[in-house]
Structure formats: structure tokens, C-alpha cells
């Protein structure tokens, strides 16, 4: 009955005066408190997700590595060849029909991580930390076992994950770190100057640029701000981008430094000077100028003194230490290029399979 005189509508439901609805709990009405559970609830959550994840990588590590054993020790003793595991996987696969990861391949792969790691290394960080699919890109890419464990702690440090961490066995980053010619140690506290020295390299390796002169400073710049997500895998971790060509007005003059950043953990600005040519000392005074009037114009009073890096098509290493003896700032000069320069050995390289190999074998051990 519509009891307000107006024609119902088709479709429309009638309500008795005296029908009564739930009334909705206002969020106003939650006691003070309640925010302060729900977040300490959510982190117990997370957390517990977190551990959970970790105990079962760590448990399945430890089960590819009893299994890998297994393969390495009979076949040492019995020496027996490829048709044993093939009848092995496929044995598996009829007693474990809905379990995955026991391919041929895999097992082989099993049997080579038993191979490269002695077990008390496995239940330790920062191998238990690291997913299956890292150490097959450790195991295939990397020969040397401290190589591999400088990878390993590097890739739990940054939480890389496996493209990123082949993309630095490629780049042979373990080769470039720390390696820029500072002045660092006379310019900053020991417990600055380490961690800063660390987070630089020689030469940066710009492989996703396209340029069509290398001459050109300003192509050069345009293009790493374009692949800025790339650029800033290439820097390293703490480095968060501020701008380019930032203005820097001193005493009426305008003046543009080609790259701003702001490092996380040191807690101060990083100026970059690109440029396309060979060092020259005359270089480091425009730099020094730059960093002068960010400290004075955008440091906050707790940021520590800024740090300037150069980046040049190619140097003299014992020229540019020469050249950094005059500065009482910390400076850093590395070259760059847009080419890996230093790859793996011909003979071992050939040998190893591509990533786009790699992640197909990956993706049929995960359908099998």
C-alpha cells in the first residue's frame, strides 16, 4: 500500500510503517583503542605470512638438497648415466601426480645444487633466504663459490629479485663496486666514507641506452631520466631521484646541475655531472660549485655535507687522484658506458643458457 498518495512504480517493494531494519554500527562508535588493535592485528599477520613463507622456502631448499645428495652419492658410487634420472622423474611423477619441480632437468639441477654448496651453508643465511629459482641463476651463471656467495648475500641485502639479480651477474657487478677513484676517506668519517665508497662503482654500465651520438651530454641525460626506474637499479640501492637540470640561483646568476639525488642512508644529496668525454681536471671545479650551493640552498641542517660524482666517458685513474687532492669535499669520478665491456669468459659464457632459456626450462619444471 503506498501510503503516501503517489502511484508505486513496477518493480518497486511496499513497506509496512511498522517494518524495521538493521541499524548500521556507526565507525564512530569503535572505542578509542580499536585503531591500535587493528594495526597490531595486521602486523601479527603479516608477520606470521612472512614466517611462514620463509620456514617453507627453507624446508623445500632442504629437501631439493637431501634429494640432490641422494642423486650425487649413488652416482658417484655407482656411476651410472642420464637414463637413471629420467626413470627417476618419471617414477615421481606416477607415485606424486600432483606434485611439481621433479623434471629431468630439475633433478639435475637438485643434484648440482648438492654439488656446489656444503650443507651446513644451507640451513644459513643467506642461502635458506634465497628462492629456488635464485640459486639456479647462481648454479648457471656463476663458476667461482665466492662469487656466487658475494651474489647470494647481495641479493638477500637489496631483496633482489631473479631478473635483477641475473642483470648483475651480467653486469659482473661484484667487479664495479666501490671501485670509483674518491676522495672519501680524507673528506669523511670512517663510518661515511665506507658505506659511501661502497655505493659507487666504475664504470656504471648503461646497456638499456640507444644513443645516436655519444658526444651528446644532453641526449645522454634525456635518456637516463627516460629510463629512470633503470637508472636507478644501475646506482644502487638508497639512491632516490630528485630532478634534472635543477636550478641553482647563486647571487643573481642561474645554474643548472645536470642530476640531483638524495641518498637514503647516507643522508645527504648526491650531485652527478654527466659527461660524453675523457676526464679533465677543470671538471671538478663546476662540480664542487654545484655541491657548494646545494648545501647552502637545499640541505636541511641535519643533512650530511653533499657528495658529488662525475661521470665521464673514460678517465685516467692516477689523473684523477691528482685532481681530487685539492678538494676538502667528497667527490667520486667513474666512467660509463652503454656496453657490458667486461663479459664472462668466451668458453664459459657459451656454455651457460640464456635467460630466455632459463625461464622457459623454469616454466615447464613448474607445469610438469
Known amino acids: 500500500m503506498n501510503r503516501g498518495g503517489g502511484e508505486i512504480q513496477p518493480g518497486a517493494r511496499e513497506y509496512s510503517e511498522d517494518t524495521s531494519f538493521p541499524a548500521t554500527r556507526a565507525v564512530s562508535s569503535m572505542p578509542e583503542w580499536y585503531p591500535e588493535l587493528l594495526a597490531s592485528v595486521t602486523r601479527q599477520v603479516s608477520t606470521g605470512r612472512s614466517k611462514a613463507i620463509t620456514a617453507a622456502n627453507r624446508e623445500l631448499l632442504a629437501s631439493y638438497y637431501a634429494i ?71 648454479i648457471q651463471k656463476l663458476d667461482d663459490p665466492g662469487t656466487r656467495l658475494w651474489y647470494a648475500n647481495a641479493s638477500v641485502e637489496h631483496g633482489w629479485s631473479r631478473n635483477v639479480l641475473v642483470h648483475q651477474i651480467e653486469s659482473r657487478l661484484h667487479e664495479r663496486s666501490g671501485q670509483a677513484v674518491t676522495n672519501f676517506s680524507a673528506t669523511m668519517p670512517p663510518s661515511d666514507s665506507d658505506l659511501a665508497q661502497q655505493s659507487l662503482k666504475d664504470p656504471y654500465v648503461f646497456d638499456f641506452l640507444a644513443l645516436t651520438d655519444r658526444r651528446n651530454e644532453r641526449e645522454l ?65 663546476q662540480l664542487g660549485m654545484y655541491m657548494a650551493a646545494v648545501d647552502d640552498l637545499l640541505a636541511h641542517a641535519d643533512d650530511k655535507p653533499t657528495i658529488g660524482l662525475l661521470l665521464c666517458k673514460e678517465k685516467n685513474n692516477v689523473v684523477a687522484e691528482y685532481a681530487l687532492r685539492g678538494y676538502k669535499t667528497p667527490i667520486g669520478v667513474a666512467e660509463w658506458t652503454d656496453t657490458v665491456v667486461k663479459s664472462l669468459p668466451e668458453e664459459f659464457s657459451a656454455s651457460l643458457p640464456s635467460i630466455r632459456e632459463l625461464e622457459a626450462e623454469l616454466s615447464q619444471d613448474i607445469s610438469e
Open 68 to 138: 640432490g645428495q641422494d642423486i650425487l652419492d649413488r652416482q658417484n658410487l655407482e656411476g651410472w648415466g642420464a637414463k637413471i634420472i629420467d626413470r627417476l622423474a618419471a617414477d615421481l611423477k606416477s607415485q606424486f601426480p600432483g606434485a611439481s619441480g621433479f623434471s629431468p632437468r630439475n633433478l639435475k639441477y637438485m643434484r648440482a645444487f648438492a654439488e656446489t654448496w656444503p650443507a651446513e651453508a644451507i640451513v644459513q643465511a643467506p642461502l635458506a633466504q634465497l628462492p629456488w629459482y635464485h640459486h639456479l641463476a647462481l
Open 221 to 285: 641525460e634525456h635518456q637516463l631520466i627516460q629510463h629512470v626506474e633503470k637508472f636507478l637499479l644501475e646506482l644502487g640501492q638508497g639512491f632516490a631521484f630528485v630532478g634534472e637540470q635543477v636550478l641553482l640561483e647563486i647571487n643573481g646568476e642561474e645554474f643548472f646541475a645536470d642530476l640531483l639525488f638524495y641518498h637514503l642512508r647516507l643522508r645527504c644529496y648526491v650531485v652527478i655531472e654527466l659527461k660524453a668525454t675523457r676526464f679533465e681536471p677543470g671538471f671538478l671545479g
